[in-house]
């Protein structure tokens, strides 16, 4: 089997490059299954339901999202009642939606895991602890995190923590692509940042001269994405229906 993820998808430039390539890139490898990380998809900040419905419409099976997954208030109700639509699973108790979902492909079934990082970010129910919880509730060994987190060792420790117990670790937040793509103990794909979707030529997505400006001068600015040419960052994993082990991972970049 072979689970597509996308990394950040960065406003609607990305939801855009993303809507017009999806289809070529699932045909091409032969994906069974799409996850995609939305959290920025909408223009501002956030996902709102229509950048939402924008990615499931493109073939998006399952969107996760981070730490800008409640910006929107609109999304509220789709968090709710959308059950491939997820938020971070260590928010605390009484938010709206849910942490992960499971997925039912015919010949087998896998679940994704919404994870936040809780270094240099909110300070968030414990992840790791989070995840045990979780795992205890799920009765497929086809298992993938979405660990959306901002410091590298938080990332890596997690991956060696999940290891033999879950398919993949695949890192979100920081919208840089690593090159440290890995199987561990001969069981998880790992990868610390996937990285995004959205304009190259950016700081993270933001115009050059914005983000200079902020951190050149401290001084408060308005972010807005920018609108030069945009690309697609991911990884393409391989994985044993049977056993939940990954078999191979592949980073994807397509300008």
Same mark, same amino acid.
């Given at each position: 089997?072979?689970?597509?993820?996308?990394?950040?998808?960065?406003?609607?430039?990305?939801?855009?490059?993303?809507?017009?390539?999806?289809? #070529?890139?699932?045909?091409?490898?032969?994906?069974?299954?799409?996850?995609?990380?939305?959290?920025?998809?909408?223009?501002?900040?956030?996902?709102?339901?229509?950048?939402?419905?924008?990615?499931?419409?493109?073939?998006?099976?399952?969107?996760?999202?981070?730490?800008?997954?409640?910006?929107?208030?609109?999304?509220?109700?789709?968090?709710?009642?959308?059950?491939?639509?997820?938020?971070?699973?260590?928010?605390?108790?009484?938010?709206?939606?849910?942490?992960?979902?499971?997925?039912?492909?015919?010949?087998?079934?896998?679940?994704?895991?919404?994870?936040?990082?809780?270094?240099?970010?909110?300070?968030?129910?414990?992840?790791?602890?989070?995840?045990?919880?979780?795992?205890?509730?799920?009765?497929?060994?086809?298992?993938?995190?979405?660990?959306?987190?901002?410091?590298?060792?938080?990332?890596?420790?997690?991956?060696?923590?999940?290891?033999?117990?879950?398919?993949?670790?695949?890192? #979100?937040?920081?919208?840089?692509?690593?090159?440290?793509?890995?199987?561990?103990?001969?069981?998880?794909?790992?990868?610390?940042?996937?990285?995004?979707?959205?304009?190259?030529?950016?700081?993270?997505?933001?115009? #050059?001269?914005?983000?200079?400006?902020?951190?050149?001068?401290?001084?408060?600015?308005?972010?807005?994405?920018?609108?030069?040419?945009?690309?697609?960052?991911?990884?393409?994993?391989?994985?044993?229906?049977?056993?939940?082990?990954?078999?191979?991972?592949?980073?994807?970049?397509?300008?």
């Amino acid at each position: 089997m072979v689970l597509l993820f996308l990394g950040d998808v960065v406003g609607e430039i990305g939801s855009k490059f993303v809507a017009s390539k999806l289809r #070529t890139i699932k045909n091409y490898y032969g994906v069974d299954v799409t996850v995609v990380n939305g959290e920025n998809s909408a223009n501002g900040n956030g996902i709102t339901p229509y950048s939402a419905k924008l990615l499931f419409e493109s073939g998006a099976d399952i969107i996760t999202t981070g730490n800008h997954c409640y910006r929107r208030k609109e999304i509220y109700d789709m968090l709710e009642r959308e059950e491939y639509l997820l938020r971070p699973a260590n928010f605390p108790e009484g938010n709206p939606g849910h942490g992960y979902c499971i997925y039912d492909m015919g010949s087998c079934r896998i679940a994704v895991i919404n994870l936040m990082g809780t270094v240099y970010m909110e300070a968030l129910d414990n992840p790791f602890a989070k995840a045990d919880e979780i795992l205890e509730k799920i009765d497929t060994p086809n298992i993938f995190v979405d660990f959306h987190a901002e410091a590298t060792g938080e990332k890596k420790a997690m991956g060696h923590y999940l290891a033999g117990k879950v398919t993949a670790v695949l890192g #979100t937040h920081t919208h840089v692509q690593t090159a440290d793509e890995i199987i561990l103990e001969g069981h998880t794909g790992y990868m610390t940042d996937v990285g995004m979707c959205g304009p190259e030529l950016s700081v993270l997505g933001v115009k #050059t001269e914005i983000a200079i400006e902020k951190q050149r001068y401290h001084a408060p600015v308005k972010f807005a994405e920018s609108d030069n040419p945009p690309f697609i960052n991911g990884v393409v994993l391989e994985f044993d229906k049977n056993n939940g082990k990954c078999v191979k991972i592949d980073r994807l970049i397509i300008r």
